[in-house]
Every structure is written in structure tokens, then in C-alpha cells.
């Protein structure tokens, strides 16, 4: 009686860090995954501080121009097109970008670039710590 109590209480215990461990995760930036219409090639990362936004494209294999293009990532409402980018063949490229006054007390942010030659377009949420 007394081990069916502690294995009970275990296994409570484990679903509800379990639990939590899914919500802290869905709270994370998550990797870029290639969805339909986006180039699975393009690796990048980005990140917003201090109201800057952040992007690290790595390696590219193809000579390619992107456009680089912000909204609030709940609302799915408005595009703000930052600037572009261009790659030669082969690089890696960073850049910095003034997060748009508008989305400044934005929490989620949905940063995307897409390319300019095939209309493909990679996006990444990401959290505004400044909110």
C-alpha cells in the first residue's frame, strides 16, 4: 500500500514536469523548419534586443537576394519590410535592423526573409524582451 502511494505520487510528479516542460518549450524561439513554399537550404537565426533586431544567415550555397520582412506573429496582420539582403555564393552574412516602433511592445515577432529570385519565404518567431 505504502509503494502504490510513492509510485502515484512519482508519476503525478512526472506528468506535471512534463507538462511544464512543454509549455516552457512552446515558449522557446523554436529552429527554423521548412515549410511548403520555403527554401530548406536557408539556415538562419535571429534575435531582438534592445530594440534591434538580429540575423545570422548561415552558409549559403546559391548567389541569392533576400528581403527581409517583420510582423506581429499573433495578429498576422501587417508587414514591415526592413531591407534586404544580399548573398554572393557560398557566404554567411549578418545583419541589424531597428525593430519598427509599432511592434515595440510586440511579445512574438515573426521574422521572415524571403527570396527575392524564387518567392520563397523562411520565417522565425521570435520573443521581444522588451515588452
Given at each position: 500500500m505504502k509503494h502504490t502511494r510513492t509510485i502515484r505520487r512519482i508519476a503525478i510528479m512526472v506528468m506535471c514536469l512534463t507538462f511544464v516542460a512543454s509549455i516552457?518549450?512552446?515558449?522557446?524561439?523554436?529552429?527554423?523548419?521548412?515549410?511548403?513554399g520555403s527554401d530548406s537550404k536557408l539556415s538562419f537565426n535571429t534575435w531582438i534586443s534592445n530594440g534591434k533586431v538580429y540575423?545570422?544567415?548561415?552558409k549559403?550555397?546559391?548567389k541569392a537576394k533576400f528581403q527581409v520582412k517583420?510582423?506581429?506573429?499573433?495578429?498576422?496582420?501587417?508587414?514591415?519590410?526592413?531591407g534586404t539582403i544580399k548573398l554572393a555564393k557560398n557566404t554567411a552574412q549578418s545583419s541589424v535592423y531597428k525593430l519598427?516602433?509599432?511592434?515595440?511592445?510586440?511579445f512574438y515577432i515573426q521574422v521572415c526573409l524571403k527570396n527575392l529570385t524564387s518567392d520563397k519565404l523562411n520565417c522565425k518567431t521570435v520573443v521581444n524582451p522588451g515588452t
Open positions: 516552457v518549450a512552446a515558449a522557446l524561439p523554436q529552429p527554423a523548419q521548412a515549410a511548403p540575423i545570422d544567415i548561415s549559403y550555397n546559391n517583420l510582423r506581429d506573429a499573433e495578429t498576422a496582420n501587417k508587414w514591415y519590410k526592413m519598427p516602433k509599432q511592434l515595440a511592445k510586440t
